[in-house]
T-cell receptor, first 109, second 114 residues
Framework: ELKVEQNPLFLSMQEGKNYTIYCNYSTTSDRLYWYRQDPGKSLESLFVLLSNGAVKQEGRLMASLDTKARLSTLHITAAVHDLSATYFC?????????WGAGTKLIIKP | DAGVTQSPTHLIKTRGQQVTLRCSPKSGHDTVSWYQQALGQGPQFIFQYYEEEERQRGNFPDRFSGHQFPNYSSELNVNALLLGDSALYLCASSPLGTASYEQYFGPGTRLTVT
């Protein structure tokens, strides 16, 4: 059974700081996704990572995938308040997405 | 281009009742997946429909059933509602045949069972 673990589950940080969210998964998969969810809202796709070594960047967010280590990271550079949200990673397993528990990120001005 | 739409937005039901939730996929998408998200948790996969057939199913009881129509829209039915069924129900659509199988989510239906 595929399991996906995120850490940390909660992160409070100051604006301007850098930090990384980690996503580990237990069995082989070639597709990993990062989503953002604001309180009471739906899920917004951030990144789709399809191969080993894939790296994608959008603004202050950068995601990478190491399929051999079964690890993905979401790096936040010079955080701003607008990035406060819950971030989920999800791994594809035979057409269904298996989700991590989410990382609640609070960025204080 | 309309994205994924869901109805209703909110719903309050009593234990033992039945509920039907509806989803229209994004234009050009033919695959619909349903997820249950309890408060403070990650989504849990319920099932996926493609070509009007249930292609994949998660660990949910038979009380949860679905349907996909020829226009690719979908319904999720839950019978004999339990208090634990209270959650945000999310529908996602994806275009089969693309490498990413990226799923686009609708706004969700918030179901409260009392």
């Amino acid at each position: 059974e595929l399991k996906v673990e995120q850490n940390p589950l909660f992160l409070s940080m100051q604006e301007g700081k850098n930090y990384t969210i980690y996503c580990n998964y237990s069995t082989t998969s070639d597709r990993l996704y990062w989503y953002r969810q604001d309180p009471g809202k739906s899920l917004e796709s951030l990144f789709v990572l399809l191969s080993n070594g894939a790296v994608k960047q959008e603004g202050r967010l950068m995601a990478s995938l190491d399929t051999k280590a079964r690890l993905s990271t979401l790096h936040i550079t010079a955080a701003v308040h607008d990035l406060s949200a819950t971030y989920f990673c999800a791994v594809d397993s035979n057409y269904q997405l298996i989700w991590g528990a989410g990382t609640k990120l609070i960025i204080k001005p | 281009d309309a994205g994924v739409t869901q109805s209703p937005t909110h719903l309050i039901k009593t234990r033992g009742q039945q509920v039907t939730l509806r989803c229209s996929p994004k234009s050009g998408h033919d695959t619909v997946s349903w997820y249950q998200q309890a408060l403070g948790q990650g989504p849990q996969f319920i099932f996926q429909y493609y070509e009007e057939e249930e292609r994949q199913r998660g660990n949910f009881p038979d009380r949860f059933s679905g349907h996909q129509f020829p226009n690719y829209s979908s319904e999720l039915n839950v019978n004999a509602l339990l208090l634990g069924d209270s959650a945000l129900y999310l529908c996602a659509s994806s275009p089969l045949g693309t490498a990413s199988y990226e799923q686009y989510f609708g706004p969700g239906t918030r179901l409260t069972v009392t």
